[in-house]
């Protein structure tokens, strides 16, 4: 509410003066990302704080600042007329490359413990969610899941009518019922039926993602456009 319309007046104010011709690149470029990022959000692919931070960003910044910075590897075509879309390739860049600082943080605890990455009922569970799990989670005590509320539980235990326990692993967790989860889990390892280390995964915002990318994309520039230009004469 405070950002958005200081930053219209702001740059509609520097292209209006400076860079007339660029005006209706400027509204498309809004009415573009805003579009995207509507589309993006009702399609739950980030949440609606996301979705407003790109908005912003294409109205204060729709254009990369060619006069004030140059990035390591130049200025991509799409940072010169879409820029947001420049960072928010980026960020999904960033937030993939978590996959690998998730399963090389799993590798080590299981070198560091010696306990199994999937014990029990897992052991001969999905490979394919075992590899979601993997890439998304770590193994964290049931009180981590209880003390932060952005921690999500990967997995799920319920007892049947006899109170034999059943578990099962959750690839893509949700903000309903999560209370819910952890409670059943944290009954379930104070009657010790599950060891005290349950996959979680952090649930980190993309936000921090699409404020990582806005850096990389000053400075260093668009990635995928790098490789692809690297790629391109090599085909």
């Known amino acids: ?3 958005a319309p200081l930053a219209f007046v702001l740059t509609f104010a520097e292209v ?3 860079q007339l011709a660029q005006l209706p690149l400027y509204g498309v470029c809004f009415g573009f990302t ?16 996301d979705a407003k931070a790109l908005m912003c960003l294409a109205l204060v910044l729709p ?7 140059a990035p390591l590897y130049g200025v991509s075509p799409i940072q010169q007329t879409l820029f947001p879309l420049s960072i928010f390739s980026n960020s999904v860049l960033l937030a993939a490359l978590m996959t690998l600082v998730m399963l090389g943080y799993n590798v080590v605890w299981r070198a560091r413990t010696g306990r199994k990455l999937f014990e029990g009922q897992y052991e001969n569970g999905s490979v394919g969610r075992k590899i979601l799990v993997l890439i998304t989670g770590y ?14 539980p990967l ?8 109170n034999n326990l059943k578990r099962k692993l959750v690839a893509l967790p949700k903000d309903e019922g999560r209370d819910a ?39 260093v520039g668009d990635i995928v456009w790098i490789f692809i230009s690297r790629l391109l004469p090599l085909v």
């Open 1 to 3: 509410m405070v950002f």
């Open 155 to 162: 997995e799920d235990a319920n007892e049947d009518s006899e």
């Open 181 to 219: 989860v952890v409670q059943r889990l944290n009954k379930a390892v104070k009657d010790g039926k599950v060891q005290d280390g349950i996959w979680a995964s952090p649930g980190l915002p993309f936000l921090i993602f699409i404020t990582a990318g806005l850096v990389l994309a000053l400075f």
């Open 63 to 69: 254009f990369f600042p060619i006069g004030l910075l």
């Open 16 to 18: 209006y003066v400076y």
């Open 34 to 49: 805003a579009l995207f990022a509507i589309v993006i959000f009702y399609a739950g692919g980030f949440g609606g704080a």
């Open 139 to 152: 193994k964290a005590p049931v009180q981590k899941l209880k003390d932060k509320w952005h921690v999500y």
